[in-house]
């Protein structure tokens, strides 16, 4: 059965996408993708911005390295200093840094799967550009479900797949969200925050139809008593719907749901 919402529920969900658009829009966000390159231990140029780039594991500790001229454009992002010799950073497993500018382009390190790569971010890609915001579904009160949080005794590193083949990536389960749809009962697992709340990694019938191939949704912490409160309409993309450099997380095995969830987000205008 159709709910209809109330007002207030309707206000708080256009806060929500609100928010959700302008962090998107922003000058470096995950619109600006324009490259995903590995790095290797022989200094090369890479595609779009200048520099001879590499790895070197000389120290015993392997560590990424850029040598440019001052003449050739490169700052670093937050002092603004001209790149003038050779620099080098380390980074440790999943972690980012916004190394250094190129004119528009903010080149982003990255160490994903154990290796150094770089993403170029250019505040000038059509992607934003372009952007209007995200399609969505209409809001419906049906989608959001009261739901049970059965933590586990400790929480469990499972491997998963990512939105780039080359990288595996790791779910640290916490626990399951365990709700009932139509008479079944679903149990999702999910990982916690720093603040105990909850992120759930889903397949959907939807799934390259109207919706991208995984999409995922945060709760607030759950109450004491253990119950959770998961709203579908705050489902949304991962970065990887918007661009083909994403290291995002695919969901672990059991987290597909027989179900449509025609809530939250839509596939991207142009996907």
């Not at 397949?203 to 109450?223: L, M, S």
């Not at 179900?259 to 987000?265: K, P, R, S, T």
Request: hydrophobic share 35%; with cysteine.
């Amino acid at each position: 059965m159709t709910e209809t919402p109330d007002d207030a529920q309707l206000a708080r969900w256009q806060r929500f996408r609100d928010n959700r658009n302008a962090a998107l829009a922003e000058e470096h966000g995950w619109l600006t993708l324009t490259s995903f390159q590995w790095l290797t231990p022989e200094p090369s140029a890479v595609e779009l911005v200048p520099g001879l780039w590499h790895t070197d594991e000389s120290t015993g500790v392997e560590a990424a390295v850029l040598t440019a001229r001052s003449d050739e454009g490169l700052v670093f992002d937050e002092e603004g200093i001209p790149v003038d010799g050779t620099f080098s950073a380390h980074l440790s497993e999943d972690e980012s840094l916004n190394w250094v500018r190129y004119g528009t382009i903010v080149v982003e390190l990255a160490m994903r799967g154990g290796r150094y790569a770089i993403r170029t971010r250019d505040s000038a890609a059509p992607a934003r550009t372009g952007f209007r915001g995200v399609p969505v579904f209409p809001y419906a009160p049906e989608w959001v479900m009261e739901a049970r949080w059965e933590p586990y005794p400790e929480p469990r590193e499972v491997p998963i797949s990512t939105a780039n083949p080359l990288v595996d990536g790791v779910h640290v389960s916490a626990g399951e969200v365990v709700f009932s749809r139509h008479g079944h009962e679903y149990r999702l697992q999910a990982e916690q925050g720093r603040l105990k709340d909850l992120t759930i990694t889903f397949h959907d019938e939807t799934n390259g139809r109207t919706t991208d191939d995984w999409r995922k949704v945060t709760t607030a912490a759950p109450r004491p008593d253990g119950t959770v409160i998961v709203d579908f309409n705050r489902a949304i993309n991962y970065p990887s719907a918007f661009t083909p450099y994403g290291t995002c997380p695919m969901p672990v095995r059991g987290n597909s749901l027989d179900l449509a969830v025609e809530a939250g987000e839509k596939m991207p205008d142009g996907a």
